[in-house]
């Protein structure tokens, strides 16, 4: 039985699942669009409402709801999923909702007691998004887990769909991102995607269960998720009305949805019917991709893959809980075979900015330094320094400008690194002050910039540590004359174990000291990837 088997993705599901010679029943609260669904796909309808009587649950032997949304199912969430354990069958669902994937342990104990399959997530995630994941790290350890779904504009949408994301839209929801638990917005933080046949994709960050499942059952320090419409009128409109519900809490109700419904009828015959979804996997060694563009008119089934893939097996799992690494990236691979899809994978190296500009010397650096410098998304290090400032006019004018810390005999401190598509982005805090700069390359060289200002910086490794002379300074695209250049005697080293640094830099024109701050610092401690915030931050 399909629960939902006549909307956009129950319905492809059957279809799938009558070709695999299922004997395959739809069902739904408008009998009318169950028949004309069985009809077309030569099976058997029911009137279904998961609000009524379950009783009509006997004598299947698989349950699937395709229904949703998830979000929706009010005070017993479950209460299909208990009512197909009492009636002795196998329960799967097409849930992309995080809270409602992962609740769903809490009926492992009864259906291992009845010997039972109970599945959430059966869908592009976690299910299939779980199985690319495994089958790109391999026996690495991932650090970095991205994936993107991607569909075309031309593409059915279901009303449960709709308002999953736009009930998200500008509300708050937990991402992990270097090894912490931060606090985003749904619908922000756009990124673009490469599909097969080079085409590029735009997709924003929305909550689904891998950031919440991911983390404890991958390792990986960071796990993004973005979601994407192909038009820009759309995607931009969303991130307004998400915008919106930051300041003004407003309900996303029938009305609302329906609303942007029309304007998505409107919109359908522009954009191309062709979707796809990205799956990418950062380790130490390589980035590693898996691609799948679905031509025109497959996109919707790919949610039903990862549901035909483990029903094509002779026994099911025994056990509720997440689709996690439920069915393998071949078995899903398979069930694509009769779908216009075409995947690929793509390799490429790591790469990072200082062992770039070192070349061999970079391994000549002492373990403690090196581990500072090979930061893959975000890595935190944390630690205690003394800050010492200049005390002329000068120097307390530019440190204001600067916005280097105050004097301090022992101060907490933190760096921040995050990798940005031009290079690094580092974020010190000193107590309660903080200052940023970012770093990248270019054909002179190692370059960090704060604000308007930028200095060329002629890394040197000398008596086992790395040094940071400044050669070149620019305001802008212009210049500065060796005589407005500050002077820099800075180095990183080990010590004790440890990272430690010294950075003192001398004002421009005077040479008089300008800040000295000097002190060590460690790997920051990971929060607990099971304990999620309850505040989403």
Known sequence: MIVGGYGVFGARLARLLVADAHDVCIAGRSIKKASACAKDLGCRAIRFDRADSLYALDGYDVVIDAAGPF?????????????????????????????????????????????????????????????????????????????????????????????????????????????????????????????PGGAVRQGWQIEVPDQRLFPAHFGAQTVRFRAGLELAVMRYGLAMFAALRRVVPLAVGPSVVRLFKVFADVMAPFGSGRGGMSVTVTTHHEIRSWRLLAEDGDGPFIPAV?????????????????????????????????????????????????????GPAFDALPEEVRATHLTLDVSRWEGRCEVRRGAGLWSLLLCAIFRFPPDATDVPVTVTKTVTPHGETWLRRFGGNAFRSHLSLDATGLRERFGPFSFLIGLELRDGALHYPVTDGRIGPIRLPDWLLPVSIAREFAFDGKFHFDVALLAPLTKAPLVRYRGFLVAGAADDPMHLPRDGA
Do not use: K
């Not at 009512?83 to 329960?91: P, R």
């Not at 199985?131 to 449960?160: E, F, H, K, Q």
């Not at 893939?309 to 996690?324: H, T, W």
């Open 71 to 195: 979000h929706t199912y009010g005070d017993d969430p479950y209460r299909l999923a208990r009512a197909a354990i009492a009636a002795g069958v196998h329960y799967l669902d097409l849930s992309d909702n995080a809270d409602f994937c992962a609740g769903i342990v809490t009926l492992d104990s009864d259906a291992r007691a009845e010997g039972l399959c109970v599945l959430s997530g059966l869908s592009s995630v976690p299910a299939l998004s779980s199985a690319a994941v495994r089958a790109l790290a391999g026996d690495y350890v991932p650090v970095v887990i991205d994936t993107a779904i991607l569909p075309g504009n031309r593409a059915p949408r279901g009303l449960s769909v709709m308002q999953s994301i736009l009930s998200q839209a500008g509300r708050p929801m937990p991402v992990w991102v270097g090894n912490r638990w931060e606090r985003a917005t749904g619908w922000s933080a756009p990124a673009n995607y490469t599909l």
């Open 306 to 358: 990862a549901a035909r893939a483990l029903l094509r097996r002779a026994d099911l799992p025994v056990g509720a809980g997440p689709a996690l690494e439920v069915i393998t990236l071949a078995e899903a691979e398979a069930a694509m075979a009769d779908l216009r899809v075409v995947t690929e994978r793509v390799v490429a190296p790591t790469s990072h900015i200082f062992p770039h500009v070192l």
